[in-house]
């Protein structure tokens, strides 16, 4: 057992070692194959030891995707607020946030929105995390439509349709464009896109 695991694990960071272990796991096997006794044994602990933390595979997926969307949430919010009082940089800035984490943690973005067999009933925290996400955007949307930076249209519409273009964007990046694109061609996909989205609106 690595020595700085043991020590992690005696200061009571077995949860975050989990956590941190189950990322790359679901990057070389994906969720189907994640175990938490496969986990347990990388760590050097006992098999029964994640069970203290994580009632079973679900619980820990959903934790997973709760700490990403609360990451997402302040990564947005960031960024919303380094555009001062500017409603149109601040929903290009949180587009192109979202677009960044998804790229920085592709695993629990795709985990958060897959959901794979999560039952979200069980698991209130990983629903209401998600909704604090969403709420980032519709409410700079809403300022937008309150201040005049954008159209007087149903806000449902808008906010559905520009997570539509950077949700899009950054699956397709992840999915297509990662690997054969230089870094400045995907910037400027990204800073084209978001610009879109702002005029249609």
């Known amino acids: 057992m690595n020595p ?5 694990y005696h200061h009571g960071n077995l949860r975050e070692q989990l956590m941190d272990v189950a990322v790359a796991h679901l990057r070389e096997l994906g969720t189907e194959k994640l175990s938490l006794r496969a986990i347990a044994r990388e760590l050097g602990v006992s098999q029964t030891a994640p069970y203290r933390h ?3 595979k679900d619980a820990l997926l959903a934790a997973l995707a709760t700490d990403g969307f609360q990451l997402l949430t302040q990564e ?8 001062s009082d500017d409603t ?11 677009i960044k984490f998804a790229r920085q943690h ?16 069980a698991h209130p925290d990983l629903v209401s995390s998600g909704q604090a996400s969403f709420k ?12 005049g930076s954008f159209k007087d249209q149903p806000a449902p519409l808008v906010v559905n349709s520009a997570w539509a273009i950077v949700h899009g964007l950054a699956t397709l990046i992840l999915d297509r464009l990662e690997d054969k694109m230089p870094e400045s061609a995907i910037e400027a996909q ?9 005029e249609k609106i």
């Open 88 to 98: 149109i940089s601040a929903l290009q800035a949180s587009g192109t946030a979202y």
């Open 54 to 56: 994580f009632k079973d």
């Open 76 to 83: 947005m919010n960031e960024a919303i607020a380094a555009t």
């Open 136 to 147: 980032v955007l519709q409410d700079v949307i809403q300022r937008g439509i309150n201040d």
């Open 4 to 8: 700085k695991l043991k020590q992690s």
């Open 106 to 121: 592709p695993e629990k973005y795709r985990l958060m929105f897959g959901r794979p067999n999560i039952d979200t009933s």
């Open 190 to 198: 990204i800073a084209f896109s978001t610009r879109v989205l702002i």
